[in-house]
Structures are given as structure tokens and as C-alpha cells.
């Protein structure tokens, strides 16, 4: 199993350029989730999604799409890129996992993009 | 809402030596919580989980975490740090999946420096 794969691993762009970035698993998980990492931030979530179809807002959505058509991949999208969108791109997928009667759900992350808007 | 902090954002240790490193987070009910790892470059991996049970967990790499109810507390530690033990390390909170509650909630990150 190649776990989470993220592409591409490197980006630069200049300010209003579009691009998106593929997440895909193979570990058949119902869940997927964009975060973004910045230094003395930690990791912030930007959009999720519980299943195909499915999105939801995280913590910081503003400027950035996703899309789940396949249970396997989950897209984001950034229409007009914005300097402060220079960052490194995390995603992370999980299933949920029950034990002693209670459900949790453990991500496993990819290895990032890093993403530099000029 | 729930949260985490991470008093620490740096700590060095000498290799040998023990290791604590602290989290402290903020939820009305029991929480899930979690200490990931991530080496230079790399994703984050996760070293272990609490969400019932004993308060002392055992985690890979030697690492393990004791979770204190009272003081909110699930502080990270090892017994004698290894040079590949550098790296920065996430303390994450969740509100568990029965809630309708996926996702998590990460500290800002300590960084961890080990000197010879």
C-alpha cells in the first residue's frame, strides 16, 4: 500500500495563477482532510470530508475549493493564488476505528506539498 | 470548542537524556487525544493515542504519555532521547467520531534539538 500520495511535492506560482493539488489513498478511508502548516501556526484545517461527494469548511476554507468525486481522491483547488497562501500542504485521510465501545479516527497524513505563491 | 497548547516551541536535550514534553488541552468531555511526529520534510506519523482506560499510554519509539484528567494534561515522554529523535512533535485533541465530530484539533508544535 503506498498510504497517502500527494502531488505534486513542489509548486511555485505567481500571485493569481490557479492550481490544484491531488490527494489520493488507497487505504479505503471514508474520511479526508486539507490542512495547511506554517511556521508557529501548527497544522490548520482548510476543508474535510467525510465521503464521496461530501465537503465540509474547516478552520481556515477562505480562498481554497475541494472536491471528493472519488472516495479515493480529494482535490484542492486555489482560483487566484494569493501570497499568504504560501505554505506547506498537508493531507491526511482515516476511517473510523471502534474500540471498547467508543469510535475514534485515526489520519494518516501525506508527505506535504510545499507551496510558494509569488 | 476544543483546543491545545504547547507551552514549549523549542526544547533541547542531550542525547541520553530524558525527555517530557508538555500538552495541555481544553475539552468538556473526555477527549481522544494523540502525539504525532514529524521529521524534517516528512508528514506526520503517529506515535500514540488515549481515549479511555489506563492513563498511561504506550506509544512507538519508546515514547509513552500519561493523561491527567485533572490537570488537563497528556505530556509526552521517553526514558533516554536518541539522536533520530529530532524532530517536531504535535499534541492533537478529538472529539471522537459518536459525536459526529471527525476532525482534530492540533497543538502549534514543539521542536525538538538533540545535542551529542
Known amino acids: 500500500n503506498a498510504g497517502v500520495t500527494q502531488t505534486p511535492k513542489f509548486r511555485v506560482l505567481k500571485t493569481g495563477q490557479s492550481m490544484t493539488l491531488l490527494c489520493a489513498q488507497d487505504?479505503?478511508?471514508?474520511?479526508m482532510y486539507w490542512y495547511r502548516q506554517d511556521p508557529g501556526m501548527g497544522l490548520r484545517l482548510i476543508h474535510y470530508s467525510v465521503g464521496e461527494g461530501t465537503t465540509a469548511k474547516g478552520e481556515v476554507p477562505d480562498g481554497y475549493n475541494v472536491s471528493r468525486l472519488k472516495k479515493q481522491n480529494f482535490l484542492l483547488g486555489l482560483e487566484s493564488a494569493a501570497p499568504s497562501q504560501t505554505s506547506v500542504y498537508f493531507c491526511a485521510s482515516s476511517s473510523r476505528i471502534r474500540e471498547d465501545g467508543r469510535s475514534y479516527n485515526e489520519q494518516f497524513f501525506g508527505p506535504g506539498t510545499r507551496l510558494t505563491v509569488l | 470548542a476544543q483546543s491545545v497548547t504547547q507551552p514549549d516551541i523549542h526544547i533541547t536535550v542531550s542525547e541520553g537524556a530524558s525527555l517530557e514534553l508538555r500538552c495541555n488541552y481544553s475539552?468538556?468531555?473526555?477527549?481522544?487525544l494523540f502525539w504525532y511526529v514529524q521529521s524534517p520534510g516528512q508528514g506526520l506519523q503517529l506515535l500514540l493515542k488515549y481515549f479511555s482506560g489506563d492513563t498511561l499510554v504506550q506509544g512507538i519509539k519508546g515514547f509513552e504519555a500519561e493523561f491527567k484528567r485533572s490537570q488537563s494534561s497528556f505530556n509526552l515522554r521517553k526514558p533516554s532521547v536518541h539522536w533520530s529523535d529530532a524532530a517536531e512533535y504535535f499534541c492533537a485533541v478529538g472529539a471522537g467520531v459518536n459525536f459526529g465530530n471527525e476532525k482534530l484539533t492540533f497543538g502549534t508544535g514543539t521542536r525538538l534539538t538533540i545535542i551529542p
Open positions: 475539552y468538556g468531555a473526555t477527549p481522544y
Open positions: 487505504m479505503n478511508h471514508e474520511y
